[in-house]
């Protein structure tokens, strides 16, 4: 179970309500040492005097602002005692409208919890509140020597905490980025095709179903090195689309999208029909993979090999071959569910089974 980060007591109005502050999210990020190269002696960072070099103890170290002719020394409890609130209140100052504030401010998730069951009943009302009105509660409190601009929200039945940028945080889009599109003329028709695109690849947002396969690939490569097994590299980068072949890959985009799943050339259910637009269901078709030139020329091959000797091209040892993405694009193709969370290993077991039944059938 998670400890409180912060408690302390959140106030709307003249209504009072001690609450706990808990982390929402949990990094997976594999955590390395530094060693010396040649050794197994660990690198550490030390609180060094750069005059002396010596190590100096944590309690004898000071906050300084430089202001150019010196140093001014700011102790830790001089940071608390002009904190607002003492640190301990976290006031809402009004409630606005969830629309209002754009995806950009927001920053990190907490969970709220009363601090107490004699409590439960003020947070309940909060929450329902909330609820209902479909706003959230703007406030700022203090921790850990930083003031936050938050936002409350009820959501999934308790409230959850936001942490805010500032509006001075937020950097101006076209002071940053030199060569962002002006009054760029696009075609009716390429219009027509790019948004045909965007609504037959609708889905619905199920975030269960990705999964951060770099770090997998990371503690594959510890495992690997570990056992002397050989490591798999990664598919290059696809290469830009041209732009005079723009519509060309626009509908092509689109045909592959709207291929139908499984042998009997059935749409999933759910599936996207047509430039419909429906939303896919779980077994239906992923988003097409991006997939290189060198790849897509391996597969051309092959299906060309296939089609000569009347084969399928997907049996179990022209699997071991295949890159992922090739992989993935004939899972797409027999409509294997799941297919998304697999990894390299188990997409071929799963379309080795499919290879068997379809053998024994």
């Keep these: 179970m998670a400890r409180p980060v912060w408690s302390g007591t959140l106030t709307f109005g003249l209504v009072s309500l001690p609450i706990q502050m808990y982390p929402a999210t949990d990094s997976h990020t594999v955590r390395f040492h530094q060693l010396q190269r040649g050794t197994s002696d660990r690198v550490r960072n030390k609180r060094v005097n750069e005059r002396t070099g010596e190590e100096v103890p944590l309690d004898e170290v000071v906050k300084a602002y430089d202001d150019g002719d010196e140093y001014v020394l700011v102790e830790p409890q001089e940071l608390d005692d002009i904190a607002p609130g003492r640190s301990k209140s976290l006031e809402i100052t009004g409630f606005v409208e969830l629309a209002e504030v754009e995806p950009v401010f927001f920053d990190r998730t ?22 209902e009105a479909g706003r959230a509660g703007i406030a700022t409190f203090v921790m850990r020597n930083h003031q936050y601009l938050v936002a409350v929200k009820a959501e999934a039945g308790l409230l959850t905490l936001h942490t805010l940028h500032w509006a001075d945080e937020i950097r101006d889009p076209r002071q940053e980025i030199d060569d962002l599109p002006g009054r760029t003329k696009v075609t009716d028709r390429e219009l027509k095709m790019a948004r045909q695109l965007v609504d037959t690849l609708g889905m619905e947002w199920r975030p269960e179903e990705f999964r951060d396969t770099y770090q997998e690939q990371v503690n594959a490569l510890i495992k690997a090195k570990r056992t002397g097994e050989a490591v798999e590299k990664a598919e290059p980068p696809a290469e830009s689309t041209n732009v005079v072949d723009l519509m060309d890959a626009l509908r092509a985009s689109v045909d592959r999208a709207k291929k139908p799943s499984g042998s009997a050339g059935k749409a999933p259910s759910g599936g996207a029909k047509g430039g419909g637009g429906k939303k896919r269901g779980s077994d239906a078709p992923a988003p097409p993979t991006r997939i290189s030139d060198a790849a897509a020329k391996r597969r051309g091959r092959g299906a060309g090999k296939g089609a000569a000797k009347g084969k399928c091209g997907t049996g179990p040892a022209s699997l071991d071959t295949l890159t992922k993405a090739e992989l993935y694009q004939r899972a797409t193709d027999a409509g294997l569910p799941g297919r998304s969370a697999m990894n390299r290993a188990e997409l071929i077991e799963a379309l080795r089974g499919t290879h068997r039944r379809r053998a024994s059938s």
């Design 110 to 131: 907490y969970y709220l919890g009363p601090k107490g069951k004699e409590y439960a009943k003020v947070y309940a009302l909060l929450h329902k509140a909330l609820e």
